[in-house]
């Protein structure tokens, strides 16, 4: 602990952000940034006017109650097409990350797999090991007899 304290609080802020997994994370944001702009852009200009079409071209930002005017103020508007339009980028969203882990834990399962070293039940033996088992079966076999 007193090691710690002599460190002082930029010393400590300076192992803090040198660590592995700092590191991970900030590249892991910034390549989820970048993720959720490709998204956006798969959802408002390819996926939202397809939809538009199959509706009669109505854009969902087009889907909002106006409510009246209190007071001399302007009227407050509750747009449910622009909320509409984030649930489905995040189930699109949802759906390419899990499409992705799905994709990366196969690629893992196989190199496991591969990687791992074969039971004895599922190793075939060698030819040699197969002649001295045969011949020792032989050897019983006439023992017996």
């Known amino acids: 602990m007193k090691n ?7 010393g400590e802020f300076k192992e803090f952000i040198s660590r592995g997994s700092v590191i991970d994370m900030a590249v892991g944001i910034i390549i989820g940034s970048a993720f959720t702009a490709i998204i956006n852009s798969l959802v408002n200009d390819i996926i939202t ?26 009227p407050a508007e509750i747009t449910y097409g622009v909320f509409i339009q984030t649930i489905l980028n995040f189930l699109i969203t949802a759906f390419a990350v899990f499409c992705m882990v799905k994709g990366i834990n196969s690629v893992r399962r196989k190199k ?13 033996p060698s030819a040699e090991l197969q002649i001295l ?6 050897l019983k076999e006439k ?3």
């Open 143 to 145: 023992n017996e007899q």
């Open 4 to 10: 710690k304290d002599k460190k002082g609080f930029w």
């Open 49 to 74: 006017p397809v939809i538009g079409c199959l509706i009669k071209g109505i854009s969902f930002e087009e889907f909002k109650i106006t409510l009246p005017s209190l007071m001399d103020m302007p």
């Open 112 to 124: 496991e797999k591969s990687e791992q070293p074969q039971s004895e039940e599922t190793q075939q």
């Open 133 to 138: 088992t045969e011949i020792r079966d032989l």
